[in-house]
């Protein structure tokens, strides 16, 4: 399992050099309660986690940690799914491996991006396409989940139909088996 005190977080490169996502995601924590605060630390992930199509080791050590507290603060914001498609994407092009010790964590934990789109009230055009998009891609469709998020605006009658009724994406992804029909119990996150 991927911890924050594992002493790898002390030695990871970012976007710009190194970059240890560990004060951010206590900070994070601590003040998820304050939208001003809350979108500085994702826009800083967003900064440092992904970089026009490239990721690092210290990409995917964050996401697990990242949703995990996302689910065990009720967060939904659209950076954090942002994150988990636009990284997941970016795994399969040419960047750095994710060593086998912490794969099986990374693989079960952004498969959680759903229970994070799940929690949203407000589905908007923006935040069905990256939701779709993160959900697909964190179930192995990657070419669908590239077809998704370069959909042309003019032609998504059914995400603006997802937009509207939330309820029918949670059916498709049921059928999909690309989630169940427990939720995990928010009392045994323990990030910190």
Not at 138 to 158: E, M, P
Request: charge should be negative.
């Amino acid at each position: 399992m991927i911890l924050a005190e594992d002493p790898i977080f002390e030695t990871l490169q970012g976007c710009y050099g190194e970059y240890n996502p560990i004060p951010n995601l206590k900070k994070l924590e601590e003040n998820s309660d304050n939208e001003k605060v809350r979108k500085e630390i994702l826009n800083d992930f967003l900064d440092n986690l992904y970089h026009q199509g490239s990721v690092y080791l210290v990409s995917f050590l964050t996401l697990p940690l990242l949703i995990r507290l996302a689910i065990k603060k009720n967060l939904s914001d659209l950076e954090i799914i942002t994150l988990v498609g636009f990284i997941e994407m970016a795994r399969s092009d040419n960047n750095v491996e994710i060593p086998t010790k912490y794969l099986a964590d990374y693989e079960r934990e952004i498969k959680n991006v759903t229970l994070i789109a799940h929690t949203n009230k407000d589905w908007d055009y923006s935040y069905t396409l990256i939701s779709t998009m993160a959900i697909t891609a964190a179930n192995g469709q990657k070419d669908f989940a590239d077809s998704i998020f370069y959909f042309d605006r003019k032609d998504t009658k059914f995400l603006r139909a997802v937009a509207t009724n939330k309820e029918y994406i949670e059916d498709v992804l049921l059928q999909a088996n690309m989630i169940d029909t427990k939720t995990r119990d928010k009392n045994q996150l323990n990030l910190f």
